[in-house]
């Protein structure tokens, strides 16, 4: 019995330079970003609503608090609390803990140092804006963002919504030719970073910014106040990074090797169609 010829796989180019540099420089930023932005956090680890920080009342909080004599970390999130020794509020080796919010391993610099850590936060933050920027200018004069990001009617309808929400719990991605561009999850998880969740992140950074705030003073009062606007600034860094562990975690669940190719050079294998 002979055994079938194997096909050779299609390869297209499925992003562009641009494309591919802007990508891996976004990255780098919203690492640093997140990494030092825990550095500021750990000055004072707590999150409040309105213009002034209620001591009393803290949305979230994190601390060094004592159990039968013996230091613990402790968390408080909307007045629920949880103890969190080796991650939040008291950390590091066994032995070696010390009192801070998140660990040292999780934050730029490693020490506790607010200036350099407020360094590393704003200059990674106008790289990450100046990127951006670069991306969304070439994605509309060149239609991409047009013909890739923005679903269609059809795409919207709910019964193929839900077709994709129950294909991607069963990790079953496109092949053929449907792989060749998003899906309508794709697309509209892509829309609403990039429409909503990456600028709120921006302006909400620049409400903490007392140089700007005398230049657009009205600004904080539209989020609530400063405490506020840093609330939700802290939020959508947490969206961000639900984001990137979901967008990792397909990437290797619909074949790693293959993605990280079409994301460095470009070249990508199209899954063969089912049969």
């Known amino acids: 019995m002979r055994t079938p010829a194997r096909r050779e796989p299609i390869l297209i180019r499925r992003h562009s330079g641009l494309v591919r540099t802007t990508h891996w420089i976004n990255a780098l930023a919203l690492l640093v970003l997140l990494m030092s932005g825990l550095q500021i956090f750990n000055a004072h680890p ?55 919010g998140f660990p040292a391993w999780a934050t730029i610099p490693s020490y506790k140092d607010l200036a350099s850590g407020r360094r590393w936060h704003f200059f990674f933050a106008w790289l990450f804006v100046l990127n951006g920027a670069v991306y969304l200018a070439a994605g509309l004069v060149r239609g991409r963002l047009r013909r890739e990001i923005l679903p269609t009617r059809a795409e919207l309808a709910p019964r193929h919504l839900w077709g994709e929400v129950l294909a991607h ?41 007392p140089g700007f705030n005398a230049a657009v003073p009205w600004l904080i009062d539209l989020f609530g106040g400063r405490q506020s606007a840093r609330t939700v600034h802290f939020i959508c860094a947490v969206l961000i990074v639900a984001f990137v562990l979901v967008h990792v975690a397909l990437v290797i669940a619909s074949g790693f090797l293959n993605n990280m190719r079409g994301m460095i050079t470009g070249r990508y294998a199209l899954p063969e169609a089912r049969r």
């Open 46 to 100: 707590a999150l409040y609503w309105g213009h002034k920080s209620t001591f009393a009342r803290p949305w979230v909080a994190v601390w060094m608090g004592e159990r039968a004599g013996q230091p613990i970390g402790l968390t408080r999130i909307a007045g629920a609390q949880f103890e969190t020794t080796g991650l939040l509020g008291y950390s590091g080796a066994a032995g070696a803990r010390a009192p801070r």
């Open 169 to 209: 719990a069963r990790l079953r991605f496109p092949t053929g030719e449907a792989a060749r561009r998003y899906n309508a999850l794709q697309k509209l998880t892509y829309l609403a970073m990039i429409a909503a969740v990456l600028p709120l992140m921006v302006v909400t950074g620049l409400c903490m910014s």
